[in-house]
């Protein structure tokens, strides 16, 4: 699959687009909790938006593996991949239990241990969000499916030097560490808390400076913000400043990362 034409990547705004109509489907009926091995939460709206995107993206090309926090696969099946989907069907499962909308759809398509291709899409809001490495990230607001793409916008952070810094925080895993470092780091600073991918949505659109994260994640839930930040002009390092790759080790936690917006360093 080449995403030198405009078909692929309308077909996987749609996947993403239709996943979101399955989780509103359960999101506005009853939601059953259960819980998996790890104790963390799962529900019917996980399962199906799940199916749906592992489901199309085998008929869109039967050739690319799928790593999913549904679908897991073990190391040795997938150490040597160079080209897979890293999908999180429904990131922020808590958001999405509690009825606050902050949930997303991620899609992302890594090479060579890094993110090409991403998409972020939050069914409650209707905002769609995509980037292609080397060619910009692209935001609409829509809860349709798509036969264009001439309707999105370009989007870019500002690199504004706000005297408030406009920090990002995790609404449902904040911790005294992050407060701790976050009074460490500024003096003038507010803190805004959001859930799921939306963090990196945010400061890709200039509309904060900075999201530092302390706590556990999993590549699923940031390589689709990852390639959307970059291309937005923003950059997402660990906290002692590396890169981050995917698929490189057993465990799929990422290490603390430092997102940044319109900061591109710490004074």
Known sequence: MQFNH?????????????SGKEILNIYNDEIIVNSKEDK????????NSNNLIVS???????NIPILSEESLVKWENRKDWNKYWLIDPLDGTKEFINRNGEFTVNISL?????????IIYSPVKSLL???LKNNGCYKLKTNSNLNTLKNFNKININKAKNSTKKIIGSRSHSSKKFQNWVEKKFTNFEIITIGSSLK??????GKADIYPRLGPTSEWDIAAGHIILEEA???LKTIDNKDILYNTKEDILNPH???????????
């Open 40 to 47: 963390s939460p799962i529900t019917q709206a996980d399962i």
């Open 129 to 131: 969000y995509y980037a």
């Open 233 to 235: 002009g923003g950059k």
């Open 200 to 205: 990196f949505c945010i400061l890709a659109e």
């Open 110 to 118: 890594i090479e060579n241990n890094y993110p090409i291709f991403g």
């Open 56 to 62: 199309r993206l085998i008929k869109l090309d039967p």
């Open 257 to 267: 990362f430092i997102a940044y917006g319109n900061l591109s360093k710490i004074d």
């Open 6 to 18: 405009e078909k692929n990547i309308l077909e996987l705004l749609n996947i993403a687009i239709d």
